[in-house]
């Protein structure tokens, strides 16, 4: 009895391996590298793409925050900086940009002094999606009459560079980090300077 039930068994297994080497198609190993490196170039483009939505979301509702990560400064010279006390946030109508220098004495709390504003030009272009997102626009401070020109730039993975210009000077800041959502933000909102 247990040789029949064995002898089935093998029949079986035998039976589902040349199945399975009919379903397979026949490739070389440098046929199936490309096959692999195929769809992992497919995978990255469709996780790339499902990224690029969930950011056009965020930066349409104006719900968004760019934890910096470097600071290009007037005269180019580049300082890293950390994502925790340095960002530029939008929410609604509000608009708040802090930095914070932990070498340079005297400038900031732990936290950094934050500078709030409300925009008064925002425009998100997205209608290309070889292109990266743009948004163009300006934010008043609160403190003051200041009117503060930016430009975001945001590939596809988050990446993004958000240039301030200085009018007067014709130079501009750049502080480059990620966009992540209000919920995903790690950063920390210094004092206030100047309370409304």
Not at 7 to 19: E, N, R
Not at 72 to 81: A, H, R, V
Not at 168 to 181: D, K, N, Y
């Amino acid at each position: 009895m247990n040789k029949i039930l064995m002898t089935i068994f093998a029949v079986l297994l035998l039976i589902s391996a040349v199945k399975a080497q009919d379903t397979l198609p026949d490739l070389t190993k440098k046929e199936y590298k490309k096959l692999k490196r195929e769809e992992r170039k497919q995978a990255r483009a469709q996780e790339l793409l499902e990224s690029r939505e969930k950011i056009v979301s965020m930066v349409k509702d104006t719900a968004f925050v760019l934890e910096g990560n470097m600071l290009i400064g007037l005269s180019g010279q580049t300082e890293p900086i950390s994502h925790q006390r340095n960002f530029f946030a939008v929410d609604g109508a509000k608009a708040v940009i802090q930095f914070s220098f932990d070498h340079i004495v005297g400038s900031s709390d732990f936290g950094g002094l934050p500078n709030h504003g409300t925009l008064i030009k925002y425009i998100v272009q997205s209608d290309n999606p070889k292109r990266p997102i743009t948004i163009v626009g300006r934010f008043r401070l609160d403190s003051d009459v200041s009117i503060i020109p930016f430009e975001l730039s945001i590939q596809d993975d988050g990446s993004t560079r958000l240039s301030i210009t200085n009018r007067r000077e014709r130079r501009q800041i750049t502080l480059t980090g990620r966009l992540v959502s209000p919920d995903d933000t790690s950063v920390y909102k210094g004092t206030r300077l100047f309370k409304k």
